[in-house]
């Protein structure tokens, strides 16, 4: 067990390296420079180039990328540009309750749905019951969200 588990963790820390470094690349080569564009109209070459030097773009990427993990492993996520200069943690501290509260509303419903309706299509396999079970959870799945809403809506 013990084995399995460490396999597990190391194959998390690839995933989660991977994640990381996409996520990471994709911002990077993403088109535009983010300095110019948080100046906007009041463009000067002095203020861009202290601008890119305080937010280490003046590093090579492989540097950008380790301090980008170090500060993500401390809890950093940076500075919003949008919100003058205010943490990104303190913006994303306030939706984090009603995710989770979302999230575990979500978890109780499908547990107490879902768990019940597999039992019974387990124990009825290739009936009526079990086809029709079956045919509707996958109309769910294909019902693009805002169709299941008014669907919703009208029961």
């Known amino acids: 067990m013990i084995q399995f588990l460490i396999k597990r963790f190391i194959g998390l820390l690839f995933v989660i390296t991977g994640v990381t470094f996409i996520t990471f690349m994709l911002g990077y ?4 420079d983010p300095i110019r564009n948080l100046l906007g ?13 305080a937010y280490g773009l003046d590093l090579p990427w492989y540097q950008q990328y380790g301090n980008y993990v170090l500060n993500l492993l401390h ?14 943690w303190d913006i994303l ?5 009603v995710s989770a ?13 879902g768990v019940p309706i597999g039992i019974i299509s387990a124990l009825r396999a290739n009936t009526s019951s079990f086809h029709i ?9 294909w019902l693009p969200p805002a169709q299941q809403e008014r669907n919703m809506r009208n029961v």
């Not at 109209?41 to 030097?53: C, G, N």
């Not at 509260?101 to 749905?113: K, N, P, R, T």
């Not at 079970?133 to 799945?141: A, E, I, M, N």
């Open 29 to 32: 080569v993403a088109p535009g």
């Open 41 to 53: 109209q009041h463009f000067s070459p002095t203020t861009y180039a202290v601008l890119r030097h």
């Open 75 to 88: 809890g950093n996520f940076g500075t919003s540009f949008v919100t003058a200069n205010r943490p990104v």
């Open 93 to 97: 501290k306030d939706g984090v309750p």
């Open 101 to 113: 509260e979302l999230g575990l509303g979500a978890l109780i419903i499908q547990m107490l749905v």
């Open 133 to 141: 079970v079956h045919y509707q959870g996958l109309t769910v799945l």
